[in-house]
C-alpha cells in the first residue's frame, strides 16, 4: 500500500514517524517527571503511586510495549535517515565548510541521543528491573505501610494501611552514591538539549510551524526545556546535597 | 549613503579544486590572484586569473555561469565553506571582491553532493533538479490564447507567498549548504509556487508524492531542521515552504490511500 510505502520508505514519512513518536515519548517524560516530584510529599505518595502504576497490570504493560514500540521507531527512523543522509552527502568532503546559523542543540542532536540512550537503558536497569544497584531496589527494602489513602481524580486507589514497597527510600538510596547522581544529571541535561531542538523541529516536521509565530515557539521550548532540566536536577541534587534524607524507617518485615 | 568606492587595488590567493574529470580525483592546487579591482565580482576575477593561467599554458578553472546577474541559477561554487560566498542573499556572480581583504586565502569548492556529480573542476551536474521538476512542476493549462488577466481571482497574500516561492533560480545552494544534501528547500518551493495558486490545484497532491519521491529516488538526503539552506539561498527562500510541503506531503498520502479510484482508466490518481 502506497501510504505504507510513504510513511516508512519516503524522507518526509519517516520524518513524521520520528516526530509523532517524539511527540508521545516528550508527554511521556513530561508526565514522568511530575509523578517524580511527588517525592518530595509525604512518602506516602510517591509510595501510593507507585503501588497504584503498578497494579494497573495489563495496562500498564500496554503502555510499556507502547513507549518501547515508539522508542525503537524513533531510533529507526533516525537511523535510516542519517544513514541515507550521509550517503547522499557524497564520499568527497568539503575542504571548509562553516556553519551558517544551525544551533548547538541540532547540531549535537545525535550524540544527546547516544548519551540518552545509555541513560535510559541504565535507568530501566536501576529502578525498573532492579539489576543495578540491586541493594537499594524496592524489594530488597523494606515495605512501606501507607499511613493515609492515595487519591486519583479524588478517587481512593490505594487505601491507608495497605503494605507496599517503599519507592521513596529506592529513590533516595538509589542517587546517594555521587556517581549516579551525577551521570543522571549530566543525562537529564543532555535530554533536554535533545528536547530543545527535537520539539521545535516536530512542528515544522507536521507543518505546523511558520515565521509568525517560529519564535514564540522558540521562547515556549526552550522555557520548557529549561523547566525539565531545572525540576529534573532537582531529585538527584536534593539527594547530593543532604536536603532529602531516607524517611525514618518504620521497622517492619521485608516485603516480598 | 554611498559606499566607499576604493578603487585600490589588492591581492588573495586562491585555493581552488582541481578535478579533471567526473572519474578522475580531485585536488586543491593555490594560485596567486594579483592587482584584482574590488569592485570586480568573484566571476570576473575567476576570469582575470584563466587569463593568466591560460597565458602561463595551464588549464583554466572550468566554472558554471550564465547570466551573471543573478537571475539563471547556474553559477555555483562554495566560497570558504559557504555557497555563494560570504554575502546573504546573492549569488556567486553578484559577489563582489570587495568582501575580500588584501592577502585572504579563498577556498573555492564547487557544491558537493552525491546527486551533484563534479563534471570538471568547480562545475557540477545539478541534472537531478530537472529531473524532479519533470516529475511534477507543471500544471494543466488549456493551451490557445491568452486568457483575460485577472479572471481568476487570488488572494493578495496567495500571490505574494507564491512569488516568493517561485524566487528560487534552482542553483543548488540549499542541497550544497545542507549537511544532509538535502534538496528539501528547491523541492518545497517548487511544490509551493503552484500548490498556492488555484492554477495548480488539479495536480496538488499527485505532484508532491511525485516530486518528493524523485527526490527521495535521486539520493537527496533528509531534512535535519537546522536551516542552513534558507540561510545559503541567493533568494532567501523561507524553509516555511518546507512546512507547507511536509503537510501536503503526508495530507496527499493519507488522501491517496483512502480515495476512490476510477473503476476503467489507467491512472492520473493520486
Known amino acids: 500500500m502506497n501510504l505504507v510505502r510513504n510513511l516508512f520508505g519516503s524522507s518526509i514519512g519517516r520524518k513524521f514517524i520520528m516526530a509523532l513518536t517524539g511527540l508521545v515519548l516528550i508527554g511521556f517524560v513530561f508526565g514522568h517527571l511530575v509523578g517524580n516530584l511527588q517525592v518530595f510529599a509525604h512518602p506516602d505518595k510517591i509510595n501510593g503511586y507507585a503501588h497504584f502504576l503498578q497494579s494497573l497490570g495489563p495496562v500498564l504493560w500496554l503502555v510499556r510495549i507502547g513507549l518501547l514500540v515508539c522508542v525503537g521507531l524513533h531510533i529507526w527512523a533516525a537511523t535510516a535517515l542519517t544513514l541515507e543522509s550521509r550517503r547522499a552527502r557524497g564520499s568527497e568532503s568539503y575542504g571548509v565548510k562553516t556553519w551558517i546559523q544551525a544551533g548547538f542543540a541540532s547540531r549535537y542532536i545525535r550524540w544527546s541521543g547516544y548519551v540518552v540512550l545509555g541513560f535510559i537503558l541504565y535507568h530501566l536497569a536501576h529502578f525498573t528491573v532492579g539489576v543495578a544497584q540491586a541493594d537499594t531496589y524496592k524489594t530488597a527494602l523494606p515495605a512501606h505501610t501507607l499511613t493515609s489513602d492515595y487519591h486519583v481524580l479524588g478517587f481512593t486507589v490505594v487505601p491507608a494501611g495497605t503494605r507496599v514497597h517503599d519507592v521513596h527510600q529506592m529513590v533516595v538510596l538509589g542517587f546517594q552514591p555521587p556517581l549516579v547522581s551525577l551521570f543522571y544529571i549530566v543525562a537529564v541535561g543532555l535530554l533536554s538539549l535533545h528536547l530543545l531542538h527535537g520539539m521545535d523541529s516536530l512542528f515544522q516536521t507536521l507543518g505546523w510551524r511558520n515565521a509568525s509565530w517560529s519564535r514564540s515557539l522558540r521562547t515556549v521550548v526552550t522555557l520548557l526545556c529549561v523547566a525539565y532540566f531545572a525540576a529534573s536536577l532537582v531529585i538527584p541534587g536534593a539527594v547530593l546535597t543532604g536536603a532529602l534524607k531516607p524517611a525514618p524507617a518504620v521497622k517492619t518485615a521485608s516485603a516480598q | ?270
Request: proline share 5%; aromatic share 8%.
Open chain 2, 1 to 270: 549613503m554611498v559606499a566607499v568606492n576604493t578603487q585600490k587595488l589588492f591581492s588573495v590567493t586562491l585555493r581552488v579544486w582541481r578535478q579533471s574529470g567526473p572519474a578522475q580525483p580531485g585536488k586543491f592546487v593555490d594560485y596567486p590572484a594579483k592587482d584584482l579591482n574590488p569592485n570586480m565580482s568573484f566571476l570576473e576575477m575567476l576570469d582575470v586569473v584563466n587569463d593568466e593561467l591560460a597565458a602561463q599554458g595551464i588549464e583554466p578553472i572550468a566554472f558554471a555561469h550564465d547570466c551573471r546577474e543573478g537571475i539563471c541559477g547556474t553559477c555555483s561554487c562554495t566560497i570558504n565553506g559557504k555557497p555563494h560566498g560570504p554575502g546573504k542573499g546573492i549569488a556567486t556572480c553578484q559577489t563582489y571582491m570587495r568582501s575580500f581583504s588584501d592577502g585572504d586565502t579563498i577556498v573555492v569548492e564547487p557544491f558537493r553532493a552525491r546527486a551533484f556529480p563534479v563534471i570538471k573542476d568547480l562545475v557540477t551536474d545539478r541534472a537531478a533538479f530537472d529531473k524532479i521538476q519533470q516529475a511534477g512542476g507543471f500544471i494543466t493549462a488549456r493551451a490557445g490564447s491568452a486568457p483575460d488577466a485577472n479572471a481568476l481571482p487570488i488572494a493578495k497574500g496567495d500571490a505574494d507567498l507564491a512569488m516568493d516561492a517561485a524566487q528560487c533560480i534552482g542553483c543548488g545552494a540549499c542541497v550544497a549548504a545542507c549537511k544532509n544534501a538535502s534538496a528539501m528547500l528547491f523541492v518545497s518551493a517548487k511544490v509551493s509556487h503552484l500548490g498556492l495558486l488555484p492554477q495548480g490545484q488539479a495536480e496538488r497532491n499527485r505532484r508532491v508524492l511525485a516530486m518528493v519521491n524523485t527526490m527521495d529516488a535521486l539520493g537527496f538526503g533528509s531534512c535535519t531542521n537546522q536551516y542552513e539552506c534558507s540561510a545559503a539561498c541567493p533568494k532567501l527562500i523561507s524553509h516555511d515552504f518546507i512546512a507547507r510541503m511536509n503537510r501536503d506531503y503526508l495530507k496527499a498520502s493519507f488522501r491517496s490511500a483512502f480515495k476512490a479510484a476510477p473503476a476503467n482508466t489507467g491512472g492520473g490518481g493520486a
